[in-house]
T-cell receptor
């Protein structure tokens, strides 16, 4: 099973809302990732968790707050987002060395 | 660092033709390479990978070629089908780093 699941599939939020994106994998992977993808662009790395610890933060604004409650789950908490944060948010997982990253279907986020 | 570029933003082929998508990378220390397929509204799907100690790797209807001398990677799709229509990304990783660097993507259009 190489499946990474993400919820919700779509999300519309106002600039004052607080929401969370969720990601789950059961492949036993110990590295999990958040990417942001704008239309017609490649995915851009936001955060990496390795063994449930944040190992990479690509200078992401603090209005995005990641959380890794256990080895299977990854959350991205959103607060006070801007319209330019509208994008497809992708979760991925891999073995700890970063190879063979498997992606979820993404959450399409619209900030009004 | 690493930068990755694809040679063509769009490739149009006829059904049944062979397709070749090319990618160039900049850092000779890169040692792991992946091709992803992304269909509209979906997350990137792992197609095939190759390590730097190999020149060629074959999957089902796909072949990846790696030329380390000129830092070039290609994906060949045999007998291209309409279902192969998607954006294809190459991604590059250096051992010890968990960060995949993505190319800009090539849109493959397959006409019947």
């Amino acid at each position: 099973d190489t499946e990474v699941t993400q919820t919700p599939k779509h999300l519309v939020m106002g600039m004052t809302n607080k929401k969370s994106l969720k990601c789950e994998q059961h492949m036993g992977h110990r590295a999990m990732y958040w990417y942001k993808q704008k239309a017609k662009k490649p995915p851009e790395l936001m955060f990496v968790y390795s063994y449930e610890k944040l190992s990479i933060n690509e200078s992401v604004p603090s209005r995005f707050s990641p959380e890794c409650p256990n080895s299977s789950l990854l959350n991205l908490h959103l607060h006070a987002l801007q319209p330019e944060d509208s994008a497809l948010y992708l979760c991925a997982s891999s073995p700890p060395n970063g190879e063979t990253q498997y992606f979820g279907p993404g959450t399409r986020l619209l900030v009004l | 660092g690493e930068s990755v570029g694809l040679h063509l933003p769009t490739l149009s082929v006829q059904e049944g033709d062979n397709s070749i998508i090319n990618c160039a990378y900049s850092n000779s220390a890169s040692d792991y390479f992946i091709w992803y397929k992304q269909e509209s509204g979906k997350g990137p799907q792992f197609i095939i990978d190759i390590r730097s100690n190999m020149d060629k790797r074959q999957g089902q209807r796909v072949t990846v070629l790696l030329n380390k001398t000129v830092k070039h990677l290609s994906l060949q799709i045999a007998a291209t089908q309409p279902g192969d229509s998607a954006v294809y990304f190459c991604a590059v990783l250096m051992t010890g780093f968990q960060k995949l660097v993505f190319g800009t993507g090539t849109r493959l259009l397959v006409s019947p």
